[in-house]
C-alpha cells in the first residue's frame, strides 16, 4: 500500500515527461475533476520520516528528459530498401545545413548520414556467400579475408569500404576492385606479360599523338581529349600513350629508358598498367648495359666499381661449389636476393641501377666481397691451397684471381702478378709452353728418321 500511495503522489505532482504540451492539459483536466479528492495536499497519505518529498507541480521534474532522447532519427533511420534510403540521406543533408555550424545536433547528424550510406552501399553490394577465387583474364582473384583495410578499387575508381563490401586482389599483378566489378575488369593480368615477354621500352616517351589512339584511352577505350571534354587526356611517361582519368592516377614511377640512357631517376607519372607492369619488372635482370650504353661506364663510377667486384664474385665461385664448408655454410646464399650476380656480371635490373645510384649497392657488394674473400685466404685450408704461384717471377704471396695486384690469362686461368706480367710480354708464358708442346707433338718427323 505504502508504493501505491507514492506512485499516485508522483502522478500527481509531474508532468508526462513524453508529451509535455499534451500532458499539462490533461493534468488540469485531471485536477478539475478530481478536486474534491486529490486537490488539497492535506488529504495525501503522510510519507515516512527520512524519505524525499516531491514539490514539482509548476515544472518538470530534471531526469535528464530535456534532449530529445525519444524520437525517431532524422533520416528515416528505418529505412530499408534503396528508394527510402536515399531519400533518406537526402532529408539529413537538408537538416544538417538548417542547424548551426559545430553544434552538437549538427554533430549528430553528420554521424547519421554516414550511417546512412553505408547502409545504402550495403545494399548496393551485398555481402553473399562468394567464391574464394575467380579467374578472369589471366587474374587470379582471391577473396580478401580484411575487414579493417581500406583501398582504392582499380576498375571504378572509388573506396572499397572492407567492413561491409566484398573484395578481390589478383594474386599476380594486385589488381583490386569490388565483387561488383570484376565482370567489368577488361584488361588482362600483367603478370603474363612479364612472364612471356620480359622487356622494356627502352625509347624515352615514345608518343605518337592522341589522333594515332582515335582520341580514346589507351586501355578502356573512352572518349579523351586534351581540354578535359569529355574526360582529361593524360600521357603516361612510359609508354607515351594518353590515358583517361579512372585508368591513368598521376602514379609516380621511375622511367627505365631515361635511367640507361641519362642515369635519371626522377619519378614520372606513369598509367595504373604500367604501374603494375614495372613494379612486377623492378627486380628482373632484363638490362644488358653494355649493349644498349656502353659509354654509360665512363660517366659513372659507381657502375665500374660494382662491375669490377661482381667479376671478382664470379671468380670466387668455384672455390665454393668445391669446398665442402663453404657449401655447408651457404656462403652464396649472400646473394639469394640478386641470383644474376653469381650467373653473369652484365645483366642488371632496374632495382640494381636504383641501389647502384643511392650507395646501397656498392657497399652491400663490398661486404659481400670481403666475407668471400675472408673464407677463401684465411678461414678454409682447402680453398688456401688452390691458391696461385707466379710463375714469372715465382716469388710473393700465393696469389688468388680475385686480387687487385694480379691478372689472369683468359685462356687457361694462370695468375701473374699484373707487374710481371705486363712487364714480360702481353702473351701467357704458359699458353706459349702450351704451344709449343702441342707443335712439337705434332711436328713430322725428318728424312732417315724410322716412322
Given at each position: 500500500m505504502e508504493y501505491d500511495e507514492k506512485l499516485a503522489r508522483f502522478r500527481q505532482a509531474h508532468l508526462n515527461p513524453f508529451n509535455k504540451q499534451r500532458g499539462a492539459r490533461q493534468h488540469e483536466q485531471r485536477a478539475g475533476e478530481e478536486a474534491p479528492d486529490v486537490a488539497s495536499e492535506a488529504t495525501l497519505p503522510e510519507l515516512a520520516p527520512g524519505e524525499p518529498e516531491f514539490h514539482c507541480a509548476e515544472r518538470v521534474m530534471d531526469l535528464g528528459?530535456?534532449?530529445?532522447?525519444?524520437?525517431?532519427?532524422?533520416?528515416?533511420?528505418?529505412?530499408?530498401?534503396?528508394?527510402?534510403?536515399?531519400?533518406?540521406?537526402?532529408?539529413?543533408?537538408?537538416?544538417?545545413?538548417?542547424?548551426?555550424?559545430?553544434?552538437?545536433?549538427q554533430k549528430d547528424a553528420v554521424v547519421r548520414l554516414i550511417h546512412l550510406r553505408l547502409k545504402l552501399q550495403e545494399l548496393k553490394d551485398p555481402n553473399e556467400d562468394e567464391p574464394n577465387i575467380r579467374v578472369l583474364l589471366e587474374h587470379r582473384f582471391y577473396k580478401e579475408k580484411s575487414k579493417s583495410v581500406k583501398q582504392t578499387c582499380d576498375r571504378c575508381n572509388t573506396i572499397i569500404w572492407g567492413l561491409i563490401q566484398t573484395w578481390y586482389t589478383?594474386?599476380?599483378?594486385?589488381?583490386?576492385?569490388?565483387?561488383k566489378c570484376l565482370n567489368l575488369v577488361s584488361k588482362p593480368c600483367v603478370r603474363?606479360?612479364?612472364?612471356?615477354?620480359?622487356?622494356?621500352?627502352?625509347?624515352?616517351?615514345p608518343e605518337a599523338g592522341l589522333d594515332s589512339q582515335d582520341y580514346r584511352c589507351a586501355e578502356c577505350r573512352a572518349p579523351i581529349s586534351l581540354r578535359g571534354v569529355p574526360s582529361e587526356a593524360r600521357q603516361c611517361d612510359y609508354t607515351g600513350q594518353y590515358y583517361c582519368s579512372h585508368c591513368h592516377w598521376n602514379d609516380l614511377a621511375v622511367i627505365p629508358a631515361r635511367v640507361v640512357h641519362n642515369w635519371d631517376f626522377e619519378p614520372r607519372k606513369v598509367s595504373r598498367c604500367s604501374l603494375r607492369y614495372l613494379a612486377l619488372m623492378v627486380s628482373r635482370p632484363v638490362l644488358r648495359l653494355r649493349e644498349i650504353n656502353p659509354l654509360l661506364f665512363n660517366y659513372v663510377e659507381e657502375l665500374v666499381e660494382i662491375r669490377k667486384l661482381r667479376q671478382d664474385i664470379l671468380l670466387m665461385?668455384?672455390?665454393?661449389?668445391?669446398?665442402?664448408?663453404?657449401?655447408?655454410?651457404?656462403?652464396?646464399?649472400?646473394?639469394?636476393?640478386?641470383?644474376?650476380?653469381?650467373?653473369?656480371?652484365?645483366?642488371?635490373?632496374?632495382?640494381?641501377?636504383?641501389?647502384?645510384?643511392?650507395?646501397?649497392?656498392?657497399?652491400s657488394l663490398t661486404e659481400t666481397h670481403t666475407l668471400f674473400a675472408k673464407h677463401i685466404k684465411l678461414d678454409?685450408?682447402?680453398?688456401?691451397?688452390?691458391?696461385?704461384?707466379?710463375?714469372?717471377?715465382?716469388?710473393?704471396?700465393?696469389?688468388?684471381?680475385?686480387?687487385?695486384?694480379?691478372?689472369?690469362?683468359?685462356?687457361?686461368?694462370?695468375?701473374?702478378?699484373?707487374?710481371?706480367?705486363?712487364?714480360?710480354?702481353?702473351?701467357?708464358?704458359?699458353?706459349?709452353?702450351?704451344?709449343?708442346?702441342k707443335q712439337s707433338l705434332f711436328q713430322e718427323p725428318g728424312p732417315g728418321v724410322d716412322a
Open positions: 528528459l530535456s534532449e530529445d532522447h525519444f524520437s525517431r532519427p532524422v533520416g528515416l533511420f528505418l529505412a530499408s530498401d534503396i528508394q527510402q534510403l536515399q531519400q533518406a540521406i537526402e532529408e539529413c543533408k537538408q537538416v544538417i545545413l538548417e542547424l548551426p555550424e559545430q553544434s552538437e545536433r589478383c594474386t599476380g599483378c594486385y589488381y583490386r576492385c569490388h565483387s603474363s606479360k612479364v612472364s612471356h615477354q620480359a622487356e622494356y621500352e627502352l625509347s624515352i616517351c665461385k668455384p672455390y665454393f661449389i668445391t669446398c665442402k664448408e663453404a657449401m655447408e655454410a651457404r656462403l652464396l646464399l649472400q646473394l639469394q636476393d640478386r641470383q644474376h650476380f653469381v650467373e653473369n656480371d652484365e645483366m642488371y635490373s632496374v632495382q640494381d641501377l636504383l641501389d647502384a645510384h643511392t650507395g646501397r649497392l656498392g657497399s678454409c685450408e682447402r680453398c688456401q691451397a688452390k691458391g696461385f704461384v707466379c710463375e714469372l717471377c715465382r716469388e710473393g704471396d700465393v696469389l688468388f684471381p680475385f686480387d687487385s695486384h694480379t691478372s689472369v690469362c683468359s685462356d687457361c686461368s694462370a695468375v701473374f702478378h699484373r707487374d710481371c706480367y705486363y712487364d714480360n710480354s702481353t702473351t701467357c708464358p704458359k699458353c706459349a709452353r702450351l704451344m709449343l708442346r
